[in-house]
């Protein structure tokens, strides 16, 4: 599940790209069990509740059998970042009932750009002109793919961009989390944890399942499980401002699954949009990498 670090590059980018297969993965999942074709649609918050149900069971599987070394955890900031990440997930997971999964992935996109943002109030960060400008780059791509016009907004686009900021408070929580504890510890707490939240809030929206929408919720929980373990592997073999950008892959696999299952293709405007989304996003994450660089080098002998 973890293993330990050694630096490759290549081999990070061939771990993320795996994982943004299986996360795109549990989004046409979850556009498959929010419809009719496996019996009557399940409500979001029971598809995210599969999803942490199965996903804990295989993590915990994982620990059972790797036995790694559990630390004392920072119980409030996993609380604060699992529930942000249910929160996000949940949102996600309706919004691609209604939208093609192409536009719901790259709305998701701005979470590093609200991260940037919060990161101000609750980090203290300062921002400069070009990460402003990378935002605003960003925020024109959303704007694109919400199509604002009476006759193409589709509301159901919004919860996908409600899920981009609660994913973007997440990004906070996780980066204080970060050199803390080790990630497959974290990954477990983030799990059970979901687990707890999801188990109350899916108690009144409940309905018996069909067998072949059982089969899928174990499907998306372990999609979830493995995207997880490909994605902290790959941060553990290169630094976030190599990784990040190939992370933008799950916008190929979320339109490459809705041309196979859904016969959907990507019109114009999506393509306008999630470029536009993209090279916002991946501006923010060089000019972040540059940053952390010059701070990093030390000083100049005068």
Known sequence: MYLAKTQSNITAALLISVATAFIAATMLIAKALGGDSFGPPLHALQISHGRFLFAFIAISAAAAALRPDIGRPHWGLHLARTSCGWAGVTLMFASVAYIPLADATAITFLNPVFAMILAIPLLGEKVGRIRWSAAALAFAGA???????????????????AAAAIMGLELIFIKKLAGRENPFQILLFNNGLGLCIASVAVIPFWQPPTAAQWGLLVAIGVCMAIAQSFFVNAMARAEASFVAPFSYATLIFAALYDVLFYNVIPDGVTYLGAATIIAGAVMLVLREAQLKRAIAAPPAVQ
């Not at 704007?143 to 961009?161: E, N, V």
């Open 143 to 161: 704007l694109i793919l919400l199509r604002p016009t009476p006759a193409s907004f589709d509301p159901a686009a919004l919860l996908a961009f």
